[in-house]
Each structure stands twice: as structure tokens, then as C-alpha cells.
């Protein structure tokens, strides 16, 4: 069994930043890409972004590229997300994620292995 904890959520005011990180522990078996991903309410849970096992490929929605930025300590199996330029609909709960293989997919079914969230909020 694989277990994800992510830490680094709250409340930060519009245009501010926050960093998210996400730390895998348990039966991890290399190589595994890792992913962010959030829900607000009343929505679907959506793709953020998402990184390679090498750190070398990364892919993120649009709707937070070059506000966002996704990276990884594969030594700590620790990911981050570092969030800039926050906006009101940033606010979700976000959940990393973690899917064995070389890929970068985005899509939630690809994943096997999910944290319990985050909350970040982001008041206008």
C-alpha cells in the first residue's frame, strides 16, 4: 500500500502564493509520476498538473499555467506544488496523486493512489 499526506493548505488573500507538498510513503515501487488535482464545490475533480518520474516532463491546465509549478524531491518522494498569483477560483480542495509508470497523464481514472486534500482557500 502506498500512502500520500499533503500538507501546506489554508487561506491566503487574492494574488498571494502557497505551497502544497505531498509526501509518498509505503510499498512506493520506481518509477511513478505524481499529480495534483482539486475539487470545489459542486464541481468535478480536475487536473492541475503533473510530473514525471525524472522531474523532466510536467504538464499543467491552463487555466494555471505560468502561475503555477509543479516539482519533485524523488530522493524525499516529495512532491510540490508552488502557487502563485492565487485567484478566488483557485479555491478547492487539492489532492495529489500517484500513478506507477513513465508517463505525466492527466487524467484521475490513470491514477492509483490519492491523498485525503488540502484546503486552500483564497479570499477575494
Known amino acids: 500500500q502506498v500512502q500520500l499526506v499533503e500538507s501546506g493548505g489554508g487561506l491566503v488573500q487574492a494574488g498571494g502564493s502557497l505551497r502544497l507538498s505531498c509526501k509518498a510513503s509505503g510499498r512506493t515501487f520506481s518509477p511513478y509520476a505524481m499529480g495534483w488535482f482539486r475539487q470545489a464545490p459542486g464541481k468535478e475533480r480536475e487536473f492541475v498538473a503533473a510530473?514525471?518520474?525524472?522531474?523532466?516532463?510536467?504538464r499543467y491546465a491552463d487555466s494555471v499555467k505560468g502561475r503555477f509549478t509543479i516539482s519533485r524531491d524523488v530522493a524525499k518522494n516529495t512532491v510540490f506544488l508552488q502557487m502563485n498569483s492565487l485567484k478566488s477560483e483557485d479555491t478547492a480542495v487539492y489532492y495529489c496523486?500517484?500513478?506507477?509508470?513513465?508517463?505525466?497523464?492527466?487524467?484521475?481514472?490513470?491514477?492509483?493512489?490519492w491523498g485525503q486534500g488540502a484546503q486552500v482557500t483564497v479570499s477575494s
Open positions: 510530473i514525471s518520474w525524472s522531474g523532466s516532463s510536467t
Open positions: 496523486a500517484l500513478e506507477g509508470g513513465l508517463g505525466v497523464p492527466t487524467a484521475p481514472s490513470r491514477y492509483d493512489y
